[in-house]
T-cell receptor, first 115, second 113 residues
C-alpha cells in the first residue's frame, strides 16, 4: 500500500509570494492533517480536513488555509509569505471515521524556504 | 490545555545496549492516546508505538516498549538491543478528543558503534 505523498519536496519562495503544497493520503484514508515543524516552535498542528471540510484548526493566522478534494487529496496554501514561514510542512493521514484521535501516518514533508 | 514534555534534549547509547527516553504529559481528559514517533535525518516521521490510555498493559513492538504510568502522567520509551538505525529524533505525542497531535520537543538519540 502506498504511503502518504507530498509535493513538491522542496520550495524556495520570496517574501510576499504565496505557495501551495499538496498531499495525497494513504488509499482509504479520508482525514488529512497538516503540521508545521520549525527549530524554534517545534511541531505545531495547522488543521485537519475530513470529507472536504475543515474539522479541526490550530492557532495559525488566516494566511494559512487549506482544502480537501473529493478524492481526499488536500492542499495547503500560505499567502503573503513571511521569513518565519520557512519550515518543514508535514502532512499526515488517517481513516478519519472515528471522529476522535486516530493513528496518523506521515508523509515525507515539504521543505519551504522563504527568502 | 494539554502539554507534552520531553526533558532530555539528547541521549546516547552503545550499540546493543538499552536506552529509555522520558516523556511526561498533562491533560484533564480521561480518554486519550499516546504515541512515540521517530524522525531520522530524512525527516520522515515514522510511528514507533501507540498506547491507549484505557489499556493498563504497556504496548510493545519488537525491540520497543513503553512504561505507561497513567497516574503519574508518564510515558517512557525503552529501546532494547539498540541498532545504528535507531539513531534519530524521537517525539512523544498526545492525542485526545480530536484528531490532532500535540508533540513534545523531541529527544535526539545517538547510537555509538
Amino acid at each position: 500500500k502506498a504511503g502518504v505523498t507530498q509535493t513538491p519536496r522542496y520550495l524556495i519562495k520570496t517574501r510576499g509570494q504565496q505557495v501551495t503544497l499538496s498531499c495525497s493520503p494513504i488509499s482509504g484514508h479520508r482525514s488529512v492533517s497538516w503540521y508545521q515543524q520549525t527549530p524554534g516552535q517545534g511541531l505545531q498542528f495547522l488543521f485537519e480536513y475530513f470529507s472536504e471540510t475543515q474539522r479541526n484548526k490550530g492557532n495559525f493566522p488566516g494566511r494559512f488555509s487549506g482544502r480537501q478534494f473529493s478524492n481526499s487529496r488536500s492542499e495547503m496554501n500560505v499567502s503573503t509569505l513571511e521569513l518565519g514561514d520557512s519550515a518543514l510542512y508535514l502532512c499526515a493521514s488517517s481513516f478519519g471515521t472515528s471522529g476522535g484521535m486516530e493513528t496518523q501516518y506521515f508523509g515525507p514533508g515539504t521543505r519551504l524556504l522563504v527568502l | 490545555a494539554q502539554t507534552v514534555t520531553q526533558s532530555q534534549p539528547e541521549m546516547s547509547v552503545q550499540e546493543a545496549e538499552t536506552v529509555t527516553l522520558s516523556c511526561t504529559y498533562d491533560t484533564s481528559e480521561s480518554d486519550y492516546y499516546l504515541f512515540w514517533y521517530k524522525q531520522p535525518p530524512s525527516r520522515q516521521m515514522i510511528l514507533v508505538i501507540r498506547q491507549e490510555a484505557y489499556k493498563q498493559q504497556n504496548a510493545t513492538e519488537n525491540r520497543f516498549s513503553v512504561n505507561f504510568q497513567k497516574a503519574a502522567k508518564s510515558f517512557s520509551l525503552k529501546i532494547s538491543d539498540s541498532q545504528l538505525g535507531d539513531a534519530a529524533m524521537y517525539f512523544c505525542a498526545y492525542g485526545g478528543a480530536t484528531n490532532k497531535l500535540i508533540f513534545g520537543t523531541g529527544t535526539l538519540l545517538a547510537v555509538q558503534p
